[in-house]
């Protein structure tokens, strides 16, 4: 099916032989340039606001580009991160240690990295 704002270009090949095709290049109508347009905008903005709640920047970039506006809403009604104090990660680290599931080593290294992030 032709369509009015199809363009034609006519290319010819020879190799001994003659050929005329005629080579359909389709316009991208608008509407999709618009979708496209709009699903990245939302993903960019959830994800940056789904990186501060509990559901995560890559989520929140997905529900964002498939859902525009409602993944927006579903991540603005997404509890925020809970943050986690010095103590209690320390002792959370502690325990692991003195039930046997971490190292020394591995216990040394994380309550280096907690240091350095207060």
Known sequence: MVHPSDKYYDL?????YEVNLKI???E?????LIVLA???VFAILCSIIGAQKEI?????AF???????????IILFCRRKEPV??????????TLFDSGSITETEY??????LIEQQ
Do not use: E, S
Not at 108 to 113: A, S, V, W, Y
């Open 12 to 16: 010819v090949i020879t190799n001994n």
């Open 24 to 26: 359909c290049v389709m």
């Open 28 to 32: 991208i109508p608008n509407i999709v």
């Open 38 to 40: 709009h699903g990245i």
């Open 56 to 60: 995560g920047a890559l989520a929140g």
């Open 63 to 73: 529900l964002g580009l498939f859902f525009g506006i409602i993944g927006l809403i």
């Open 85 to 94: 104090h010095f103590t209690d990660q320390l002792q959370n680290y502690k």
């Open 108 to 113: 040394n290294h994380l309550k280096g990295r």
